[in-house]
């Protein structure tokens, strides 16, 4: 991957190794893919960071890494889907060989919405999970209305 999601704010890099000019620098190991807003995307982005996992021996964070990615991922299908014109997903995987760091991008500036579902609610728990599985998790809008980068640190 060449470049990245710019914007990364110092406390998603690894200490005292990225200048802010590269928002990559710091985390040797990276992935990009690019989804359709379609259902499909979800199991398709799981299985992917699956194998960049497998790839960069962090297997052990496979579960938290995949539910975080299937979360950002279903939100930002659905947020694509909601526009005028359904943009693709994007997504980073990013690591410095001890921590994973979950980007997705999707053309909607809309902020992600934090809930608190009922406790019979079928959905609104994504980014719950997210929290609860994350070291830590923000978003931020990027600027001219170029949609929002969602992002989440899973650390061993």
């Avoid at 021996?57 to 995949?66: A, I, K, P």
Wanted: hydrophobic share 45%.
């Amino acid at each position: 991957m060449s470049g990245g999601p710019s914007g990364f704010a110092p406390a998603f890099a690894p200490p005292a190794r990225r200048p802010a000019e590269d928002p990559t620098r710091g985390w040797p190991l990276r992935d990009f893919i690019e989804l359709g807003a379609l259902d499909g995307s979800i199991p398709s982005a799981r299985y992917h960071a699956r194998h960049i996992l497998r790839e960069w021996q962090l297997s052990g964070l496979g579960d938290d890494v995949e539910l975080v990615v299937a979360e950002l991922v279903t939100n930002a299908v659905a947020a694509s889907r909601a526009m005028d014109f359904p943009f693709p997903v994007r997504m980073w995987l990013l690591s410095d060989t001890a921590s994973v760091l979950v980007v997705v991008w999707d053309a909607s500036p809309r902020p992600p919405v934090l809930m608190d579902p009922a406790e019979d609610a079928e959905v609104g728990r994504g980014l719950l999970l997210v929290e609860a599985v994350s070291t830590r998790w923000d978003w931020h809008a990027l600027a001219d209305g170029g949609g929002k980068v969602i992002r989440a640190l899973i650390t061993g």
